[in-house]
């Protein structure tokens, strides 16, 4: 059964700090990897999405890398900002079809001021 | 802009009642997820459908129920509310296996 992780599960930097969450997955045979946001009380909202054919995805400040083979992916932010609060959560899915996604807990970023 | 509404943000319920949780997507998406997310538990699959009036348990289907009469909607029923049905629940839609999208969930609480 494939299980993801992620750690740290809080983190708590300074402003404008360049940071990384990590996210790793036990079962290397994975569809696709999807990186969240979620502001409390409320749903997720997506980020990115990498292809297990894929190495990395862009979107401004944030840069998400896959390496299918160690089962592993991260999440670059740079320059963080307070508004970057948040907790990011990693989520896998199993092969092809319409299947679901197997979620990480996340971690809980804060950015001080 | 892609949306999936879920019709309520917070939810009162008593113990036994049916509880009925809908949710629209309006981007012609097959699939369509409910998932339930508590503390230090994470999120956990209660039903998942790929179609109309298709549908497939997930990790958690028990005390629950689905139907997905129209392709935009997906409601999740509670046959008879418990208190550890007290969660967040999150509705979310994708194409095949694309960018899974979610709703802004419904914290419901059985008393």
């Known amino acids: 059964k494939q299980e993801v992780t992620q750690i740290p599960a809080a983190l708590s930097v300074p402003e404008g700090e360049n940071l990384v969450l990590n996210c790793s997955f036990t079962d290397s045979a994975i569809y696709n990897l999807q990186w969240f946001r979620q502001d409390p009380g409320k749903g997720l909202t997506s980020l990115l999405l990498i292809q297990s054919s894929q190495r990395e995805q862009t979107s401004g400040r944030l840069n998400a890398s896959l390496d299918k083979s160690s089962g592993r992916s991260t999440l670059y932010i740079a320059a963080s900002q307070p508004g970057d609060s948040a907790t990011y959560l990693c989520a896998v899915r199993r092969g092809g079809g319409a299947d679901g996604l197997t979620f990480g807990k996340g971690t809980h970023l804060i950015i001080q001021p | 802009d892609v949306k999936v509404t879920q019709s309520s943000r917070y939810l009162v319920k008593r113990t036994g009642e049916k509880v009925f949780l809908e949710c629209v997507q309006d981007?012609?998406?097959?699939?369509m997820f409910w998932y339930r997310q508590d503390p230090g538990l994470g999120l956990r699959l209660i039903y998942f459908?790929?179609?109309?009036?298709?549908?497939e348990k997930g990790d958690i289907p028990e005390g629950y129920s689905v139907s997905r009469e129209k392709k935009e909607r997906f409601s999740l029923i509670l046959e008879s509310a418990s208190t550890n049905q007290t969660s967040m629940y999150l509705c979310a839609s994708s194409i095949r296996e694309g960018k899974l999208f979610f709703g802004s969930g419904t914290q419901l609480s059985v008393l």
């Open positions: 981007m012609d998406h097959e699939n």
């Open positions: 459908s790929y179609d109309v009036k298709m549908k």
